[in-house]
C-alpha cells in the first residue's frame, strides 16, 4: 500500500473512488467497516459499480438495520457535497436498470460509463455480470449459488464473533475458499480474461468491474484489469490518485495491521512501566 492510501486514523484525498457490491439488506454486509474506509477518503467522484443493495435477498426477507440506512445517507452526503456519484447497477440490484439516466438525491444511474484517468487512460466502468454465462443464461442457478453462498456467510459471520471475543479481527472464510477451490479459481480466470477482451475489443486502456467479490488490480496484456472487490468478504476498493495511479486498497487487512500494531505497542509501553525486582541484600 503506497503512502497516498488511506489508512485507519489517516484520511486521504483521492480524484476517484470505486466500491461494488456492499450488498446492503444482507447479513454479511459489512456496512460499518464501509462507512469507516468512505469516512477515510475524500474523493473528487465516486463510482458505485453494482450490487450496492441486495433485491435478490431483500425479496426473501427483510434485514434493514441501522447502519446499512447510514451507508445510503452517507452516499447521499456526499452528492449533495457537489461529489459526482455514479451509479452503475448490478444483478443483484438490477431493478436499478430501469432508471438509467435519472438521478435519485444526486446520484446518476448509468447502465455502464467512461471513466478518463487523470493521466489520460480510458477505463470502461461495468459491474460485470452480463459476462457471466450463469447470471445471464441460468439465472435460476445463480439463485441455488447465492443461497449456498448466504450459507457460507452466515458460518464467516459466526466465526468472526468467535474471533473477537480473543480480540481477533474480521477474516473471510468464505474468501479463502474461493481462493482455494479450483473450480473457483478457474472461474475467476475466465472472468477475468472475458472482462479484458470486451475492454480491448472497445478500444478502453482497461476495465473496472465487481460482481465476482474478488478484488483485483492487474495488467491482462494491455489491458488493465480493475476489480473493486466487495463488502461482504474482502472489503475492498480502488482509488485513484490526482496523477491517475489507480491502488487496490484492502481495509480489513489495514485495520488488522492497524490494531496489531497498536497491540504490540501497549505490550512494549507495559513492559517499559513494569518495576524492577530489587536485588536481595548480601
Known sequence: MTPSAPLPGRPARCRTLFVSDIHLG???CQADMFLDFLGHVQADRIYLVGDIFDGWRLKRGW??????NNVIEALLARAHQGVPVIYVPGNH???MRRYLGTHFGGIEVRDEDTHV????????VV???????VVMNAKWLAHIGDWAYTVTLLANTWYNRLRRLWGGQ???LSNWAKQSVKRAVNFI???EKVLAEEARRGGYDGIVCGHIHKAELTPLGDVLYANCGDWVESCTGIIEDHDGRLQLVDWACAVREHAREARDGGRKARKKKKPKKAKAAI
Do not use: I, M
Not at 434485514?63 to 446499512?68: E, F
Not at 484517468?117 to 470502461?124: F, H, K, V
Open 26 to 28: 444482507t447479513r454479511g
Open 63 to 68: 434485514h434493514w438495520p441501522q447502519p446499512h
Open 93 to 95: 440490484d438490477e431493478l
Open 117 to 124: 484517468t487523470a493521466d489520460g487512460r480510458r477505463l470502461l
Open 127 to 133: 459491474h460485470g455480470d452480463k459476462f457471466d454465462v
Open 170 to 172: 474480521y477474516w473471510s
Open 189 to 191: 480466470g475466465d472472468f
